[in-house]
Every structure is written in C-alpha cells, then in structure tokens.
C-alpha cells in the first residue's frame, strides 16, 4: 500500500521515521507492505537519505491512483483543508493530526468520506500516542458517553505543575518550558486554551455524535492563575488543572468548557503531572475509565498517525491485526534471572549498617519493634539468594519478608 | 445481524440488558440492528421477559445459518473450549469474555478464525470494561511493545488497599471483600495469582505475537502478605501492589511473572486502589500509556463484550462508527448554567464566618497574609454573580480570585 505524507514538520519526520524503523510489525499488523511514496514540502530536504521522495505539487499526489492513503501533518487550516478535501473526493483515505482542522471542518469531511466509503481517521489530534479516539468510539461503542473530561494540552499542565512543585511563578514557569520546547515562542494557543478546546470539541462530537464547533464552547486558559490561587488550593487539598469538559444533560444539551478546575487531590485526574494528558470517559455501561500517557511529541504523535495508516490497510486485507502465533518453547525466560530491587524484613536483633550494606546500595532503612525493613540493590534471584544466605550466616538474623521492588527504569517513566 | 448468547450468568445477563438498553446507539455503530435470537442455558428462567429465547441445545445455534456471531460468556474451559471452536469451525463470529479459554487456547483459536475469515474477539477477557486489547493492538499497532505492566485483579487490588488504608489483616480485608461481593467464597483464582496470570499471559500473547500459556508464568500470589510488610513498605514509600507483568529482553525472551511488587508512591499505578484495575504499556515510539478503570463487574464487563459484537457487524457494514453530523444550533447549552462549586479567595480584611456561610456550605476556610480562601457552595454562574455582588456590598471586601471546582458528581467516582 502505497502514502503519501503531507508536511514534513515534527510530526510528519516522525512518521517516516517511525515506517522506516519499524516496517516489519508495520507490514505485519497492515497485512500489507506500507510504502510512502511522496512527502510533500516547499522547503527542500536535500540532505535527508529519502531526499527523492519529495515533492512540491500536490496535485502530483492527488492523480496519482496508487496513493491510497494521504497522510496530512501540515496542521492549520490551509492548505489541509483543500488537500484533505479534494484527496477524499478523489477516492484516497486520509489520516491527520491536524486538530484544527478537524474540529473545524470534521462534519464536512466525515461526511465526504462516508459518501466515497473511504476512511477519514484522526487518532492523533487528540492526546498524541494516547489511545482515545478509537477506544472511545469501538471500544465503548455500547455505551452512553455521560461524560469526558480531560487535561488535553501538556504545555500549560507542566506550568501548572512548576507553579504547585518548585513555587515558580506562571510567567516564570512559562519561561521554563519554553526553554525546555514544550511551550512556543508565541504561546497563545495553549496558554489561551485553545488547543484544549479544539481537542475537547473533536472528543464531544465523537461522543454525542454530532459535530461541536470550537468556536461554540466557552474557553478561558491559565494566564490569569496567580501561584497564591494555586497554594491556597493545594492547601485545601486541590490540584489546579486546565480542563476541557463536556457532559450530557438530561435535556439532550451539553455542557462543555475548557477553563481551569481545581480537583480534589485524592482523584486520578489531578496526579496527572509535566507534561502528561489524561482523558476520562465515563459511559452508562463501563462507569469511568482513564488514559493517561504523553500527549504529544514526534514519535507519540507519529505511532498514532501510523496506527490510523495501519487501519486504512487492514481494511482492504485479512484481519491479520489480532493474531499470535503458536509459542517457541524458548519464549519465556527464566524469571529468576530478572533483574530488582527487593524489600527484605530482618528479624531476630539489631543490624549492622555494615552488613546492611553488603545487601543495599540505598541509604535508608526502617527500624520497628525489633525488626528492620530496607530495599536491597538489583540482583537476579539467584544472586540474592547467595547473599541472603551469605547475610544470614553472618549475622545470625533471619530475613522473613522479601517482595520485589517494581522496576521503574523498564516500566513508567 | 443475528447472535446467540452462550451462557446466562452475571456477565451473560448483563449482555443482554446493555443490548436492550442501548439497541439505538448499539444499532447506529454497528450500522445494523444487533438482535439476540437465542440465549444458551442449562437453568430455567421462564419469569423473564425474554424467555422465549432460552434454549437448552447449542445445536440449535450452531446449526442455524442466521446467527452470524455467538457470544461465549460461560467461562471455564469446557464446554466453553467445544462451543466456541465449533462456532468457529461453522463460520460463525466468536466474542468471548473467558480469559481462561482466551488463555490456554488462544493461539489455536485464532488459527480456525483466520482460516475461516471470521472474529475471534476478546476485548471483555482483560481489564473489564477497560478498552486495552483493542488499544493495544490497532491504537500501539506501529509500536515495539516494550513493557506491560498491570493491577489486572480488582479483588486482590480491594484486599491490599484495605490493608494500607485500614489496618486490616489479611484475612480481615478478605472477609470484607467477600462480604461486599468483590471475592467469591472459594477466592483463590484471585488470591493465589491464577486471574492476573490468564490476563497478563493474553496481554503478552498479543504483544509478542507468540502465545505465551499461563502455566509458563511464575505466579505467586498476595496470600503470604503481612500487615506488617505493607507498613514498612508504607513508611519507606511504597505501595504494595500484585502486578502482572511481561518485558521484552534483547535477546527476543520475555520476563513474564505475576507477583506482589513494591511500586514507588510516586508512580501512576501505586495510585491505583480499590477494585480499580491499571495496565500501562511502553511502546517504542509512543512512550507510556496507561489504561485505568473498574476491571470487572456485570455492566463494565457487557460494555466491553458488546463493542466486539459491534465490530463483528461493522466488517459487514459501512463504517458508519466513525461519524458525527452536522450540528444542531441548540446542542452547546449555555455554560454559565452549569452548576460547580467554586474556589474564591477574598481580600481587603477579615471576613465574619457568616459572611462565609452566604456563599458557602462548606466549613473549611483558609486565611493568610490578611486574605481568605474558600469553597462555594454549588451554584450556576449567574446565581454565584448575583451572591458575589450580595457579599462584595454587604462586607465591603472584594473577591479577587475565582476558579471552578471539577464537579465528581458528574465525573471521577
């Protein structure tokens, strides 16, 4: 299946980046060999290995009957709109990450498209990597959206998070994350809450399945939080969040808004820091759920940009996407060679730091009603079972807990 | 479309009570009517509504060329194993929720259902309600799955959060989960490990490619756990939580275990509590995700079921999932109608606790350097205007900062 990737800015280098890196299980989940034909750009990439790739006419990709898929990363509202307009008339799938346009010109598009039987798919406007479009559209499918609520821009949420953490104020805080890229040299888009409501406008129209224009919902940003606002807040147990929110009233109506909330510390939502978004659904069947992962960034963005690339291929193929394969007797490892701290409880008197350290890289240990708790360095279980009886023999204590510590340089970050 | 419903249980009803709850957004997803013409169990339940459609004879189902997908919701592995592979074999759809079948004889499974061009679907198997198989697999479809990790048993998850919380032992917060229905009398496919194994041995499968069987996974379960080793960990800044977890090694072996680990309290998944489930995946390119919500129950469970009912149907049909229409003028409903409590810090000298109690029902104040913060009752924004004029000119301060409460009533549970 042969694309053609419209822009080549952050995400569009992304996401030939990401097709070049990972073709096999690309081509394996698509069932078919993902090709990209054509990058368009104005500017020139002479240097760049798959520098005949590109081009500077569109129409050159739109006569072209072997595209199938446009893949538009351009963002704003031209040329997207015509590009993508003309591609779905002209028969191709198209997906974007491009959220203006689609909360902008969505019903227009989803429109044409159901009409050429073609996809229009935008997983990556909402949330970067995040799964969320298409779980809440297939995988709640049964359910009554009551409500979605989520910390959709991770600029202003990592502002939010310096204020409460590091006491800065929000022109301080602002200054920060434009020097770490997170924030533009011209910030209004996030800071105004923009961005958040394009995103909650295309999660709305989803869920209630009728298209909500940006331009209808209330939308207030951050740049009027005082860091005082935010102290006393957390001094009463709230975290300050820019939230976009809509739910459904009994009337048929919405409520949506983006405007920053303070939500009560003991809620999921508010232990969403930096630069992390999380989306909360709740439907009349599943109750509440949560996604929550980084929401934006090159590749992010580019896995769900090829995610919807992958679904426009599967369509025509097998359904060779939900598959494992009989297992190779070797597949599993011998877990007793994975590597961890672990928390060990030593009985039976006193420790020595000494011997603790023979056991523990870590400074801290615990002592209560005679016994002693500490987290031990990263070893595989054959190796602390040595020690540990070294330790034992040694001491003449007894260690009468050991739990393994969750390894957090393999798992969250 | 026409299925069948195999098996009347907590699950099984609560499929059919979703389909008949929500058949008009169920029928426009699926983009045809989803009609159940036959439910298969071995009990009576001639007091329902729907008796009629109760029958005793799988052969009735299997051998009627109408029904396109059978719904395997008895669990267990026999006559789960024979019903769903003769469907299969039939031609027939397969949705399941039996994490034991999906488990042991997936691989197999999916072989007859790719040979025969039909769904062999498990959404429900894993997490609930949770969209994760899904996600996991088209939405992370152009990633290296690096890492899952998961709290995948609500009940074993229910028994440690009481234990933290509360200071219970560990048979103490069983009886209590078993009081509240969250553990079975004979509980110990929870507590020894065995429903995390089956989950996190489906979520490997799926992520590798390769079928991983549960009794090549280490599992210990939580039954060894002191009230005392939860409070050293506690202390030192831990969670104790039974996770399911399976990495990728560079030399293409998985570590897979399911056991009780530490988890840093900074961390998403050491906020996990009750009988939430969380399953975070690291991908290549989009980094971390996390998935979080009610990983069991009658409706949360259907939700999940349901939505691969409708993908079944969606093949056939235009892909009339993916759509909003063109927007009525009156769906956005005037935002300064919805009712929130509000955060108001007030300034310009000491404020009378009655003053405070016009604007509030709630008793918590905070004052600081001559100013004072608090919560409003709940109010619409032009009830709260009309209040604030009231207060301003009666106490002759002025409210200086006012910023909306995110109302949980209608969100996070």
Redesign the interface.
């Known amino acids: 299946m042969k694309i053609a990737v419209l822009g080549h800015g952050v995400v569009g280098s992304g996401v030939v980046e990401?097709?070049n890196?990972?073709s096999d299980?690309?081509s394996?989940?698509?069932g078919t060999k993902v090709e990209i034909k054509y990058i368009l750009d104005i500017r020139d990439f002479d240097d760049l290995p798959y520098a005949k790739l590109f081009t500077k006419d569109f129409n050159v990709i739109l006569n072209d009957p072997e595209i199938e898929v446009a893949v538009e990363v351009i963002g704003g509202l031209e040329p997207s709109y015509s590009f993508v307009k003309s591609s779905l008339l002209a028969g191709k799938n198209v997906v974007t990450s491009n959220k203006e346009l689609v909360s902008v010109k969505?019903?227009e598009l989803?429109?044409i498209a159901?009409e050429k039987?073609k996809?229009?798919?935008f997983?990556a406007s909402v949330g970067g990597?995040?799964?969320v479009i298409?779980?809440l559209?297939?995988?709640?499918?049964?359910?009554?959206i009551?409500?979605i609520?989520g910390i959709l821009n991770g600029t202003t949420n990592f502002i939010l998070t310096k204020m409460v953490k590091e006491g800065y104020s929000f022109e301080q805080a602002l200054k920060t994350a434009q020097q770490l890229g997170y924030a533009e040299a011209n910030p209004a888009a996030d800071i105004e809450g923009i961005d958040s409501c394009r995103k909650i406008a295309i999660l709305a129209?989803?869920s209630?399945?009728?298209?909500?224009?940006p331009d209808?919902?209330?939308t207030e940003g951050i740049t009027g939080?005082?860091l005082?606002?935010i102290r006393?807040?957390d001094?009463?147990g709230?975290a300050?969040?820019l939230?976009g929110?809509a739910?459904k009233?009994s009337d048929?109506?919405?409520?949506?808004?983006v405007?920053?909330?303070?939500?009560?510390k003991s809620?999921?939502?508010a232990?969403i820091e930096d630069v992390y978004n999380g989306i909360?659904v709740?439907?009349?069947?599943?109750?509440?759920?949560?996604?929550?992962?980084?929401g934006a960034?090159k590749?992010?963005t580019?896995?769900?940009v090829?995610?919807d690339?992958?679904?426009c291929a599967a369509?025509f193929t097998?359904?060779?996407?939900?598959?494992?394969?009989?297992?190779?007797e070797?597949?599993?490892?011998d877990?007793k060679?994975?590597p961890c701290r672990r928390?060990v409880?030593v009985e039976g008197g006193a420790v020595n730091e000494s011997d603790i350290s023979a056991l523990s890289d870590m400074k801290?240990y615990?002592v209560?009603d005679g016994?002693t708790?500490?987290?031990t360095s990263v070893q595989d279980e054959y190796g602390f079972t040595n020690r540990r009886a070294e330790f034992e023999s040694k001491t003449h204590l007894k260690i009468t807990?050991v739990?393994?510590?969750?390894n957090?340089e393999?798992?969250?970050?």
């Open positions: 990401l097709i890196k990972n299980i690309i394996k989940k698509a969505g019903d989803l429109k159901k039987n996809f229009f798919l997983e990597g995040i799964p298409r779980p559209n297939r995988c709640l499918a049964a359910n009554r009551e409500s609520t129209s989803l209630y399945g009728s298209h909500v224009a209808k919902i209330h939080i005082k005082e606002d006393f807040a001094a009463l709230y300050v969040k939230l929110t739910k009233n048929g109506t919405i409520f949506i808004m405007a920053p909330f303070l939500v009560e809620l999921p939502l232990g909360l709740e439907g009349d069947a599943v109750g509440t759920s949560l996604f929550y992962g980084r960034g590749l992010p580019a896995s769900a090829v995610a690339v992958i679904d369509r097998n359904h060779g996407d939900f598959f494992w394969d009989v297992s190779s070797d597949l599993v490892a877990y060679k994975m928390f409880t801290q615990i209560n016994k708790a500490f987290i807990s739990l393994r510590v969750y957090i393999n798992g969250e970050k």
